[in-house]
């Protein structure tokens, strides 16, 4: 199956700082990424759907000032959560599918622990 | 909008028992509908998939079926073992105007599989 890296798979933050947060597709081209939030055993909420070189789309109730997406290339997203608070601490894991072709499969990344103190 | 709900929420069985994970699913568009496994501090990982133009897919222990009719789709797990258990996650896949879609989940069920 193809392979996403996401990095880093942990950091830890002050509040108030800002983190960036990598995704890449190591071995296909990937038009569209998603990043998602998870809380301690929670399900999967999607915070934006990533479009390389457009604007993200952003689910409702997501700060897209707060969680900027960018999507450069065909193989790199990344997510910067700004001005980071406690309340941002999560697991984020993002997933990248090849969007050339119907119905393909989503691969996802192994995650990032954010922790903010 | 788009809900996709899982039962049970936690499953325990016995080593070489079956495990069956049912989900129900609200948009009749839906046309695709992954699993996907969860360890501890891991990302999801898919292990069986299935499309709306077949009614069941297998993959060794693993097997998926769907019910298009009815919008249910249900993962079994034969012969159990404990590393069988996480967090497994159902989805389905809906598509919007602009031609991509997105992956709506189920709550997840946690499978504990005893020795």
């Known amino acids: 199956g193809a392979v996403v890296s996401q990095h880093p798979s942990w950091v830890i933050c002050k509040s108030g700082t800002s983190v960036k947060i990598e995704c890449r597709s190591l071995?296909?081209?990937?038009?569209?990424m998603f990043w998602y939030r998870q809380f301690p055993k929670q399900s999967l909420m999607l915070m934006a759907t990533?479009?390389?070189?457009?604007?993200?789309?952003?689910e409702q109730g997501v700060e897209k000032d707060k969680f900027l997406i960018n999507h450069a290339s065909l193989t790199l997203s990344t997510l910067t959560v700004t001005s980071a608070h406690p309340e941002d601490s999560s697991f984020y894991i993002c997933?990248?599918?090849?969007?050339?072709?119907?119905?393909?499969?989503?691969?996802f990344g192994q995650g990032t622990r954010l922790t903010v103190v | 909008g788009e809900n996709v709900e899982q039962h049970p929420s936690t499953l325990s069985v016995q080593e070489g028992d079956s495990a069956v994970i049912k989900c129900t699913y609200s948009?009749?568009?839906?046309?695709?509908f992954p699993w996907y496994k969860q360890e501890l501090g891991k990302g999801p990982q898919l292990i069986i998939d299935?499309?709306?133009?077949?009614g069941e897919k297998k993959d060794q222990r693993i097997a998926v079926t769907l019910n298009k009719t009815a919008k249910h789709f249900s993962l079994h797990i034969t012969e159990t073992q404990p590393e069988d258990s996480a967090v497994y996650f159902c989805a389905a896949s809906i598509w919007f105007s602009g031609g991509y879609n997105k992956l709506i989940f189920g709550a997840g069920t946690r499978l504990a599989v005893h020795p």
């Open positions: 071995d296909f081209q990937a038009t569209t």
């Open positions: 997933s990248a599918r090849n969007q050339g072709r119907r119905n393909t499969e989503a691969f």
């Open positions: 990533s479009n390389e070189g457009s604007k993200a789309t952003y």
């Open positions: 299935i499309r709306s133009n077949v």
């Open positions: 948009d009749s568009a839906s046309n695709y």
